[in-house]
């Protein structure tokens, strides 16, 4: 991770996203980066959110510039953690790249690489991610944006 220098390799925090569903805006499929344990299954657009929340917890990649706020302590359930993806059971229907830089404002900043058309996109916050998803598995669709 962090070097002697305190560097960090460029690309460290990126996040591959697999999306092998996506119905009425949920969003399924499955992560992989090299900051996780193997592929994680995600099985809901809020369980990827928190699944990645989480990670840049644990790492600090960004570090937070507040602290979250909840009504209860955290306490993670029963049965959730790691879970690991059967591969090659799910057809990706688009591929793309997430590399969040900021955890500002209480929401995160960064950029969206769709792999699979070579653009990129910048955003402001968790909403305008969730947009830009949102446009790109419904482009062609005939969906509403």
């Known amino acids: 991770m962090a070097t002697q220098t305190g560097f960090i390799s460029r690309g460290h925090n990126v996040v591959t996203l697999r999306v092998t569903s996506y ?6 499929g499955i992560l992989s980066g090299p900051l996780l344990d ?8 809020i369980d ?8 840049m917890d644990q790492t600090k990649l960004p570090q937070r510039n507040e602290e979250a706020r909840v009504f209860r302590p955290a306490v993670q359930p029963a049965g959730a953690g790691n879970r690991t993806a059967a591969a090659g059971k799910a057809t990706v229907i688009a591929c793309f790249q997430l ?8 929401t995160w900043q960064g950029s969206l690489f769709w792999a699979d058309q ?11 991610l969730l947009n830009l998803l949102h ?5 062609g669709k005939g969906e509403d944006t």
């Open 135 to 139: 446009n790109a598995l419904s482009a």
């Open 99 to 106: 590399s969040v830089m900021f955890r500002q404002n209480a």
């Open 38 to 45: 193997g592929e994680q299954v995600f099985r809901s657009t």
């Open 118 to 128: 070579g653009m990129e996109a910048y955003f402001r916050s968790v909403l305008e």
């Open 23 to 28: 119905h009425e805006r949920c969003l399924k």
């Open 48 to 55: 990827l959110l928190c699944q990645l929340e989480s990670l």
